[in-house]
């Protein structure tokens, strides 16, 4: 079984900052493209960062300067480093790898269970 779990949420100031992290484990070959996404309360859950396994990133508009998403192949991680953090932010943050392989050859796409973070002063 493989699982991404997500860690690193909570509860920051307006300008403040925050680390998210998601761990994959289980029987995995090879983790190629790794993604943050978010959801607002009442609103569809959206891209923030993509990272590929060579380190290519790619970010939405809303989070570019501000965010950054890196990842330790080694650790099998991917974090989301988070500053200047908006109101706005506010979201549930969901780790997602769209093409997991696995020791058994077959391919998986898997979320994490999502991480709240909150931004209110």
């Known amino acids: 079984q493989v699982q991404l779990l997500e860690s690193g949420g909570g509860l920051v100031q307006p300008g403040g900052s925050l680390r998210l992290s998601c761990a994959a484990s289980g029987s995995i070959l090879r983790i190629n493209v790794m993604n943050w996404y978010r959801q607002a309360p009442g609103k569809e859950r959206d891209l923030v960062a993509t990272?590929?396994?060579?380190?290519?990133?790619n970010y939405a508009d809303s989070v570019k300067g501000r965010f950054t998403i890196s990842r330790d192949n080694i650790k099998r991680t991917v974090y989301l480093q988070m500053n200047s953090l908006k109101p706005e932010d506010t979201a549930v943050y969901y780790c997602n790898a769209p093409g997991i392989t696995t020791l058994s050859k077959t391919t998986l796409e898997v979320w994490g269970q999502g991480t709240l973070v909150t931004v209110s002063s």
């Open positions: 990272i590929t396994s060579g380190g290519s990133t």
